[in-house]
């Protein structure tokens, strides 16, 4: 089935390698025990590649290590999403894109949560199959669209989403694949389906990170992969507040998105010409 999948649809594979890499070691930051099979066999060799550029042979890593941060970065939005849950004024959830995440089937969620995931029909049919033994812990509603499509409004809340009750939304793994304007037109119709007050996180890059020869060998790899990152911001705290959130921008290696495995020193905020990662989160204005 991984053959009806897309450049930025397989990309979903290699995530879904990530966490099985991560399930089996013995200081896993997370269990997911669907990882390996949603990742078959396309998956570790998508890692491989990654593995390739993040730890070369016969030369010293600079490029950041993957692993260590895709692992940080499911760790991280498992905790934002499970306290947004415990609010009992929080009844729903939304993955967009939800790609083969499983946190619909490997966490506990309050009976009261609906928990859609979005994404496009290829990757949700593939996750669909791959999942058709195992039974979701949450009042699960999977929606078929592209949010940039033109009317995936519409199509959410005939799925069951309510614009006016609150609601929480993970925007994982998409905005550095989005060019500038489609991140501000997604971020506008996010905002404008959400109900003050309600939840926001999401995973940027900064601009120097698309640049920086340093990370050119990882960048190469989802190039020629056909899936480029073609955006980032300096500035996350203000992209979202120009689109009515307040958030706080977080670092992998932060007292609040370490773990013990950040391997990297996180420089100051007022360093420039650095890579740098934000893990947004924050409430719609």
């Not at 992998?252 to 996180?266: K, S, T």
Request: net charge negative; proline share 8%.
């Amino acid at each position: 089935m991984t053959e009806k999948l897309d450049a930025v649809e397989r990309t979903a594979l290699l995530t879904a390698a990530l966490r099985a890499a991560e399930t089996a070691r013995e200081d896993r930051l997370y269990d997911d025990p669907y990882a390996a099979r949603l990742a078959g066999e396309g998956g570790p060799d998508l890692l491989r590649a990654v593995r390739a550029a993040t730890f070369p042979k016969d030369a010293d890593r600079t490029v950041p290590s993957t692993p260590d941060y895709n692992a940080i970065r499911t760790r991280f939005f498992d905790d934002f999403l499970q306290e947004a849950a415990e609010d009992p004024a929080m009844n729903q959830i939304v993955l967009a894109p939800a790609g083969l995440d499983s946190r619909a089937y490997r966490l506990d969620w309050p009976s009261r949560i609906r928990y859609f995931e979005v994404d496009r029909p290829a990757i949700l049919a593939y996750k669909e199959e791959l999942l058709r033994d195992v039974r979701p812990r949450v009042d699960h509603r999977s929606i078929a669209l592209d949010l940039t499509s033109p009317d995936w409004e519409s199509e959410l809340t005939a799925a069951g989403y309510d614009p006016e009750r609150p609601s929480t939304w993970l925007l994982e793994g998409l905005l550095y694949y989005l060019p500038d304007d489609d991140t501000r037109r997604v971020l506008d119709r996010v905002a404008a389906i959400m109900k003050p007050g309600s939840r926001i996180a999401a995973d940027v890059v900064n601009a120097a990170s698309l640049t920086l020869p340093d990370m050119r060998d990882l960048l190469d790899v989802f190039a020629d992969w056909g899936c480029p990152w073609v955006s980032g911001t300096d500035e996350p705290e203000a992209l979202f507040a120009a689109h009515g959130f307040t958030v706080e921008a977080t670092q992998p290696g932060e007292p609040a998105a370490d773990y013990g495995r950040w391997p990297d020193p996180v420089p100051d905020r007022s360093v420039t010409a650095v890579r740098r990662v934000f893990f947004v989160h924050g409430r719609r204005s």
